[in-house]
């Protein structure tokens, strides 16, 4: 099924998707690697705050490429996943709605997801020229001495991706092989 949502998002629209759905995400979501995700729990660990709310917002995690003349941001295509995996259920736990990457999670950011109602989207690897045409703006809002890992703010219009792990715990990236092969 086709969904169009605005991020952030709630936790109502949340439950809406399901394992399979392609989405449009239009509004903002930040960015974040493995650099700015250490970063970001050691500022927990000190009892700090984090340079941005996580309630309903979207993490994706992507590094850009430096913007040509004119864009907004250079290519913007997700980056693995399972990097972050020590440091997601701590966010989710904290109300971080979403995020986007590509590849499997592991069982602790599965159960956090379900536990928190949260959702996990893939965009597709190899696409992040295509992908950079749905941002129309890019600011560095923390961690800027990280370069390419330093989290942004993106302001996105229709942004594709599909739902990987629902709020329910179905897994694409399971349900899929299974049914592959059936056939």
């Known amino acids: 099924m086709e969904r169009y949502i605005e991020a952030p998002v709630s936790r109502e629209e949340i439950k809406k998707l399901k ?28 009892g700090e705050e984090l340079p941005f709310s996580l309630q309903g917002n979207m993490i994706y995690y992507m590094g850009p490429s430096p913007a040509r003349e004119g ?3 250079g290519s913007a295509g997700p980056t693995t996943a399972s990097r972050m995996d020590k440091y997601t259920p701590a966010l ?18 599965i159960d956090a997801i379900v536990r928190n109602g949260s959702v996990y ?44 792990i629902d709020s329910n715990g179905s897994n694409l990236y399971e349900t899929a092989v299974l049914e592959y092969s059936r056939q």
């Open 121 to 164: 989207f893939a965009a597709v690897g190899g696409a992040g020229a295509i992908l950079s045409k749905c941002i129309h703006s890019s600011e560095i809002i923390a961690y800027e001495d990280l370069g390419t890992e330093a989290v942004r703010r993106l302001e996105v219009k229709d942004l594709p991706v599909v739902v990987v």
């Open 71 to 73: 864009r907004p941001i």
């Open 19 to 46: 394992a399979g759905d392609y989405v449009y995400i239009t509004g903002t979501i930040y960015t974040a690697r493995d650099a700015a995700h250490k970063r970001m729990q050691e500022t927990l660990d000190r």
């Open 92 to 109: 989710l736990d904290l109300g971080l709605g979403a995020m986007i990457g590509k590849g499997k999670r592991s069982k602790a950011v």
